[in-house]
């Protein structure tokens, strides 16, 4: 009997993981590390409910640490399986989760000097630098769309969820007793119309359903209304002398910011020259996934296409710095002219972003702009709830900055565009599972959707289990790819698969089975998605 089990992100809002076992397989829906409070935290530090050996198969929906801090943990627990993504993602986790094993060992090395002092035994990071580099060696990467086939009873296919680059509504197939059920898994949704990258796509149908609700109980500011106030705080905070920090996740956030600035600073034909305060982005791993966004161009929506083929680079302007050294950030605090500061973490709870709150809190000149969303715990959370003091890096700082909070910015989907995404089901799921938002959250948005779909909806516990009791044929809807235009090699590759699909229409007229028809309809269709990836590719080294 196919069982899920929710291991994480179950009202709460990080450690992504979900574990969906069958009489034959064991597959895993992310491995995202708990971030936030103190208690949150002590959760990554402790055992697997299940044995990571025993795993076949880890589904990743996005690179954010929430959703795959723990994959080096898995791997140094045992895990030998296949890690299956975006290629996109796979570019992000490479930066990401180096990252975060260079924290681990930096935050153990400095708390093994305060235990050494105090006559302590050692205590060992939750994973090294060469644990991370190892985890990424059982990745598989994959494009959107793509139907890709595990074995004779598991299929899977990436959807975008306009969330982050990479980032992907996970569609299941599993088959058990010769019948495939069908689960879906929403990620996290992002909200249409956002910089860079496409809106959401939709989903058709499901047997049983897995959705965010991060904001399941909020609705969301226009991002255009939200990108003017950001100008005009700017602007404000610098005509009286002081700087704007911004608190921001490094991935996603970070690049969307400075695709609006470089828009305000590069089109807008009213700002002076003046108006051109200098913007740091003050994080190595921010630039580092700027990089990696450059390198994927066939997640950009069509806006920013334009922008790159008419050889314009949304991530950069002219008073645009990117900073890498810990010196050029130190001597960023010295400065006593009007700036922007972008850095990270989102949530203030590590980084060089404590550094700058540490010194420009206490400055009523200074304002400080949230623009992700702020979990329970956190510093970024006490500072938006009103606290007036704080400790940051030890050191009590009393907090006389303007602190503003621009939702607009979000990269998750609120209530209306989580409504919205489900009433596209042409066939409702059975259950609903309402997962990754905190308990008040995932319990209103539960109750809208009983009330306005009639659907089962249930928000699961910590560690709760659900077995599945009925079982329901694979559907086989797909999207028809429009022609495109390359090289005469490409020209010549899509000819063959026309050629080829062509003979397959011809084929319907036969008595096959129609499993091989369906075999080979997804074989031909991935095959035009990589010719797809090529055309792109080719845009932006042409654009370059």
Known sequence: ????????????????????????????????????????????????????????????????IDHSGRIPKLVKEGFKGKIICTSATFDLCKIML????????????????????????????????????????????????????????IIV????????????????????????????????????????????????????LIIESTYGNRIHEDIKASAKKLVDIINTTALRGGSVIIPSFAVGRTQEIIYELNKYYEYDKSVEEYM???????????VRATEAFQANPNCFNE??????????????????????????????????????????????????IRHHLKHNLWKGSNSIVFVGYQ???????????????????????????EIYDLEGFSGHADQNVLMDWLNKFEQKPKKIFVVHGEK??????????ETKLGVETIVPNLGDGFNIEEVVKQSHSGVVLEPIKESEDIKRELKEVYDQFEALVYRTDELIDPKFLSEDYDNLKNKLLELQQKLMDLNMLISK
């Open 375 to 401: 979990a329970e715990g956190t510093l970024g959370r006490r500072l938006l709830d009103g606290d007036k003091n704080v400790k940051i890096l030890g050191e009590d700082i009393k907090v006389e900055a």
């Open 157 to 208: 296919r990436f959807k975008d969820a306009g969330h982050i680059l990479g980032s992907s509504i996970i569609e299941l197939w599993v088959k058990e007793k010769k019948e495939f059920t069908k689960i879906v898994f929403s990620g996290d949704l992002g909200m249409p119309g956002r910089p860079i990258i496409k809106k959401p796509e939709y989903i058709d149908e499901a047997d049983y």
């Open 440 to 449: 008040d959250s995932s319990e209103e948005f539960a109750e809208l959707i």
């Open 303 to 352: 806006e920013t296409k334009k922008m790159i083929l008419n050889g314009d680079n949304p991530f950069e302007f002219q008073n645009l710095f990117y900073v890498k050294s810990q010196q050029e950030s130190m001597k960023l605090n010295k400065y006593n002219f009007p700036r922007v500061v972008i850095s990270s973490s989102g949530m203030c709870t590590a980084g060089r």
């Open 276 to 286: 051109r305060i200098p913007v740091y982005v003050d994080s190595p791993m921010a």
């Open 98 to 153: 180096i990252d975060s094993a260079n924290i681990q060992q930096s935050d153990v090395e400095w708390e093994n000097r305060k235990r050494q002092r105090a006559g302590k035994e050692p205590i060992e990071p939750l994973y090294t630098v060469d644990d991370a580099e190892l985890s990424l060696k059982y990745f598989e990467t994959y494009l959107y769309d793509q139907k890709i086939t595990l074995n004779e009873d």
């Open 1 to 64: 009997m196919m069982q899920i089990r929710f291991l994480g992100a179950s009202k709460v809002v990080t450690g992504s993981n979900f574990l969906i076992e069958t009489d034959k397989y064991k597959i895993l829906l992310d491995c995202g590390m708990f971030q936030g409070s103190e208690e949150l935290e002590k959760l990554n530090f402790e055992k697997f409910s299940y044995n990571p050996a025993d795993i076949d198969y880890l589904i990743l929906s996005h690179a954010h």
